[in-house]
């Protein structure tokens, strides 16, 4: 049994036998740094899956492959380890890391400027979405990649406008038919068709929410999207 206080982001294999979580540790001055951990649904201690860089860069937000061979997470790989807690959006923050369960090989499957976060299979294996963040209103985007079995690589296929500052949040239906955004800074969430190839149709709805309180009316005067779940 895990006796850990912050495990997290609890996601379950396609066989229903395990649990890939985060672990969230931190410091003094630490925002805090994740490492990826397994659990069967018997119980036990769990298997570490990644080891953390150091308790100021993290990583998190877990995904398994629909075939359970793959485990997709994002992973802070701007300058470190020096605590910062504005990172520079135009520069690159976050990749897409995968890790091979069968052979414990990590490599990244996604990044660039502004970096790619929160990765998100469709049903059916065939394709990875993500989302970029941006300072600037209206420019950040979410991507489609497909699988390309023979390379063991991803094939980038199309972006879209996020609608809004800062997306932070993807995920698919469970026909693989639609997408939905969060954006953390407007609050807002954006959906999108997915076509037959994968790729990502413009954004067909988009809606704001625009209350929000904090009990320091200083510090945050709306609301903050954090995840999209369907």
């Known amino acids: 049994k895990e006796n850990f206080r912050l495990l997290n ?6 066989d229903g036998q395990y649990i890939v979580a985060r672990k969230h540790f931190t410091s003094g001055r ?13 119980g036990g201690e769990g298997v570490q899956l990644t080891k953390r860089k150091n308790d100021q860069q993290d990583a998190g937000e877990p995904e398994v492959s629909p075939d359970g061979k793959y ?5 802070d790989v701007s300058p470190g380890p020096y605590f910062q807690y504005n990172k520079d959006p135009n520069g ?5 890391k995968r890790l091979n369960r069968v052979t414990g090989e990590i490599e990244t499957v996604s990044g660039g400027q502004g ?7 469709s049903p059916d294996g065939k394709y990875l979405y993500s989302c970029t963040e ?6 950040g985007s979410v991507s ?3 699988f390309d079995k023979e390379k063991k690589s991803l094939i980038y296929l199309n972006s879209q406008k996020s609608g809004g500052e800062n997306p932070v949040y993807t995920t698919t239906d469970n026909s693989g038919k639609w997408l939905i955004n969060g954006n953390y800074t407007e609050g807002s969430v954006s959906v999108y068709p997915i076509a037959e190839d994968g790729s990502i149709h413009s954004a067909v709805q988009y809606f704001k929410y625009t209350e929000g309180s904090n009990f320091r009316a200083n510090r945050q005067d709306r609301a903050h999207i954090h995840a999209t779940v369907f």
């Open 134 to 139: 941006s300072k600037t209103p209206g420019a």
């Open 144 to 146: 489609s990649f497909a």
């Open 92 to 96: 690159e923050i976050y990749n897409i």
């Open 9 to 14: 982001n609890a996601v379950w294999t396609p």
């Open 71 to 75: 485990v997709y997470y994002s992973e």
């Open 115 to 121: 970096g790619s976060a929160r990765p998100q299979p």
């Open 30 to 42: 630490s925002l805090g740094a994740g490492e990826m951990w397994m659990y069967h649904i018997s």
